[in-house]
């Protein structure tokens, strides 16, 4: 067999890098799990006993962290593309801060419903509080593993492992922030419809 040809004839036949896929299956896996949530908060919502309160406004400012860093994430990625390591190095950075003071403001949004006497649970808790907390704890997880994700591609950037011949992990970290930052986006656009 000709070199090339056996070179070849390793590559998956998706097409597809295994981390790559592993990615998608991972956030099919995820979209799965929060279409049950929100479909089972429906369905608790109409049979009553449901407690109508109105959402912390610190959600927006929130909402607002994570479609910023959504871009800086995204310019790291263009930055990687073009070479440009310490730009890139930067929006990994910047990336990072915002997704740590997006769960600081969703702490503080806990805060502010504890002070409103919205509990997860005992015996002063209702179903809609309960299901506020799982649906923004269970995607607060979530960007936790976002957070360490982008901590390991930062650390390879500086090992010079992020550029434009290496752009697995930036790529696979890019894609993932991205859907992160969705997933909040329909989440929080859900609850303002729902609540």
Not at 21 to 32: A, G, H, Y
Not at 84 to 105: D, H, K, P, S, Y
Not at 119 to 130: E, L, R
Request: hydrophobic fraction near 50%; charged fraction near 10%.
């Amino acid at each position: 067999m000709h070199p090339a040809e056996a070179l070849n004839s390793k590559q998956p036949a998706t097409g597809v890098h295994p981390l790559r896929f592993l990615l998608w299956l991972m956030m099919v896996s995820i979209t799965m799990i929060f279409a049950a949530y929100t479909s089972a908060y429906i369905v608790r919502r109409e049979e009553g006993n449901w407690l109508e309160f109105d959402l912390p406004t610190g959600f927006l400012i929130t909402t607002c962290i994570i479609v910023v860093s959504s871009a800086t994430m995204q310019w790291a990625w263009f930055a990687a593309r073009k070479d440009e390591i310490n730009q890139a190095r930067t929006g990994l950075l910047l990336t990072f801060l915002l997704g740590v003071a997006f769960l600081a403001g969703q702490w503080t949004m806990w805060g502010q419903l504890v002070d409103s006497r919205i509990f997860f649970g005992g015996t002063d808790a209702n179903p809609s509080g309960s299901f506020l907390y799982v649906l923004t704890g269970v995607h607060g997880f979530h960007l936790i593993t976002g957070l360490i994700f982008l901590l390991v591609v930062l650390r390879k950037s500086f090992n010079y492992q992020v550029h434009s011949r290496q752009m697995l992990s930036i790529g696979n970290v890019t894609i993932y922030w991205h859907f992160l930052g969705a997933l909040w986006l329909y989440l929080y656009l859900f609850l303002l419809l729902n609540h």
